[in-house]
C-alpha cells in the first residue's frame, strides 16, 4: 500500500520561510518522479515543482528562484524549500509520486497517480 505523508506547513510571515517534508512509503521510491502541487481556497491544485528519478528539476514560473525540490532516495523522501514567501503561496500543498516507472517527469497532476493529504501553509502579509 502507498502512503505518502506531507508535514511541515504552517503560518508564516511574508518573506519567511518553510521546509515541507513528504515521507512515502509503499513505493519504489528512487524510480519514481516525485512532485508537489498546491491548491489555494476557489481554485483549482496548481503544479508547484517537480523531481526526476535522476535529480532534474524543474518549477512552475511564479516560484523559480525561492522554492527548492529535492529529495534523499535513502530516506524515501521529498523536500519543498520554501523561502521569501508571500500571500499568494498560501494554499495547501501536496506531495504526489508518478506510478509509471522510467517516464519523464510531468507537471499535469493527471499523470500523478499517488497524493498525500496535504500540509496547509499559511503567509501573513
Known amino acids: 500500500q502507498v502512503q505518502l505523508v506531507e508535514s511541515g506547513g504552517g503560518l508564516v510571515q511574508a518573506g519567511g520561510s518553510l521546509r515541507l517534508s513528504c515521507a512515502t512509503s509503499?513505493?519504489?521510491?528512487?524510480?519514481?518522479?516525485m512532485a508537489w502541487f498546491r491548491q489555494a481556497p476557489g481554485k483549482e491544485r496548481e503544479f508547484v515543482a517537480c523531481?526526476?528519478?535522476?535529480?532534474?528539476?524543474y518549477y512552475t514560473d511564479s516560484v523559480k528562484g525561492r522554492f527548492t525540490i529535492s529529495r534523499d532516495n535513502a530516506k524515501n523522501a521529498v523536500y519543498l524549500q520554501m523561502n521569501s514567501l508571500n500571500s499568494e503561496d498560501t494554499a495547501i500543498y501536496y506531495c504526489?509520486?508518478?506510478?509509471?516507472?522510467?517516464?519523464?517527469?510531468?507537471?499535469?497532476?493527471?499523470?500523478?497517480?499517488?497524493w498525500g493529504q496535504g500540509t496547509q501553509v499559511t503567509v501573513s502579509s
Open positions: 504526489s509520486a508518478d506510478g509509471n516507472l522510467g517516464v519523464p517527469i510531468s507537471t499535469d497532476r493527471n499523470k500523478y497517480d499517488y
Open positions: 509503499g513505493l519504489t521510491f528512487s524510480m519514481n518522479a
Open positions: 523531481i526526476s528519478r535522476t535529480g532534474y528539476t
